[in-house]
Each structure stands twice: as structure tokens, then as C-alpha cells.
């Protein structure tokens, strides 16, 4: 069975980091590109970031990049985000994602909470 | 602002048919790019429904269907029961001048009445 477990959210500051880990279990966690989606409070799915999962090739919306960077550690099957420069419109549940087919998110995670306020 | 566009909310009574479209552009369903729709029940993390286009992965109800043409999709629930209350996004793929996007639709909550 797929597993997903994100932690590390929790509120941090305006302007402050945070580093997120999904922990994946019950499949060959190297053989998939993995993902972060955030949804804001209320608000729509947005895509984040994507790694491939030989090769580490990163992709990253408009929205974070310069500021996320999203990692992998094949031999713990942990996927990373690492958030600096935080800003009030990144408060959003950060879901880490399963990626089949090159376009089907065809497992989540149960979300984490990352609040920046002050 | 979504890059695909859905209506914001759809209802029916029980045992009814309802459909949510999914509009988007030549750069990205336009473009011969699949659509998939996601489920999110209250309180819980999206699920898979409908994957390219037009299949359903293991386990859910035949009731859900979906469709695509030119640049548009949608998704179609008949026979509608309580427990498809829900939101509903679609999704898909975007090429543009910017880069390249994965692009979801700005979500449809599902009613039954």
C-alpha cells in the first residue's frame, strides 16, 4: 500500500524558512518523480515543485521559485522542500504527491499546515 | 487566477446526473494534453477519479465518467449518492512563453440536495 506522511509544518514568521519531509513507503521510490501541491485555506490545488526520480532534474512554478528547493533522498524514499524567504501567500496545506505518466498525481499525502504570519 | 476554469458549484438530487466542465486553452487541453480529475472529500486530501481523460483507477464507482474535446473536459457523475459530496478538480498540463506548468482547474463543489 502507498504511504505518504508529510511533516514539518508549523507557523514561522514572515521572511523565515521551513523544510518540509514526506516520508513514502510501499513502493520503489526511486523509480517515480515525486511532487508538492499546496492548497491555501478555501482555496484551489496549485502546483509547487516536481524531481525526477533518477535523475533529480527540479521543477518549479513561477510562484516559488528562487525560494523553494525541493530534494529527494532515495536511499531514506524522503522527498524534501526547503522554504525561504517565506511570505503570507504561502500559508497553504503542502501535500507531497506521487507522479505517474509524466502528468497523473496519482497518490497524496495527508498534507502538512505551514502558517506565515506574524 | 485557475488556468482551467470550472464552475464554482453544481447540485442534484439524489440518484440524478451531473456534469462539470473543465475549460481550458490551445496551450494546454488544446494542445492534445490529458485531463484528470481529482476528488476531495471534506477535510481530506485529493484522490485520483479519472485519469487520462477518460479511466477510472481501481476502485472507483462506474458512476464517474469523463470526456474530452478540443479545449475542454468534463466529468460526469450519474446516479448521484450523498457520499460524492464533495469538491472536484481537473487537471492537466500547460505549455507556455513561461515554461511548463501543471495546471488545475479552480474547483467544483458538488452538492446534493
Known amino acids: 500500500e502507498v504511504q505518504l506522511l508529510e511533516s514539518g509544518g508549523g507557523l514561522v514568521q514572515p521572511g523565515g524558512s521551513l523544510r518540509l519531509s514526506c516520508a513514502a513507503s510501499?513502493?520503489?521510490?526511486?523509480?517515480?518523480?515525486m511532487n508538492w501541491v499546496r492548497q491555501a485555506p478555501g482555496k484551489g490545488l496549485e502546483w509547487v515543485a516536481m524531481?525526477?526520480?533518477?535523475?533529480?532534474?527540479?521543477y518549479y512554478a513561477h510562484s516559488v521559485g528562487g525560494r523553494f528547493t525541493i530534494s529527494r533522498d532515495n536511499s531514506k524514499s524522503t522527498l524534501y522542500l526547503q522554504m525561504n524567504s517565506l511570505r503570507a501567500d504561502d500559508t497553504a496545506v503542502y501535500y507531497c504527491?506521487?507522479?505517474?505518466?509524466?502528468?497523473?498525481?496519482?497518490?497524496w499525502g495527508q498534507g502538512t499546515l505551514v502558517t506565515v504570519s506574524s | 487566477q485557475s488556468v482551467l476554469t470550472q464552475p464554482p458549484s453544481v447540485s442534484g438530487a439524489p440518484g440524478q446526473r451531473v456534469t462539470i466542465s473543465c475549460t481550458g486553452s490551445s496551450s494546454n487541453i488544446g494542445a492534445g494534453y490529458d485531463v484528470h480529475w481529482y476528488q476531495q472529500l471534506p477535510g481530506t486530501a485529493p484522490k485520483l477519479l479519472i485519469y487520462g481523460n477518460n479511466n477510472r483507477p481501481s476502485g472507483v464507482p462506474d458512476r464517474f465518467s469523463g470526456s474530452k474535446s478540443g479545449t475542454s473536459a468534463s466529468l460526469a457523475i450519474t446516479g448521484l449518492q450523498a457520499e460524492d459530496e464533495a469538491d472536484y478538480y481537473c487537471q492537466s498540463y500547460d505549455i507556455s512563453l513561461s515554461g511548463y506548468d501543471y495546471v488545475f482547474g479552480s474547483g467544483t463543489t458538488v452538492t446534493v440536495l
Open positions: 504527491v506521487k507522479l505517474i505518466d509524466g502528468t497523473i498525481f496519482d497518490y
Open positions: 524531481i525526477h526520480g533518477s535523475s533529480g532534474t527540479t
Open positions: 510501499g513502493f520503489t521510490f526511486s523509480n517515480y518523480a
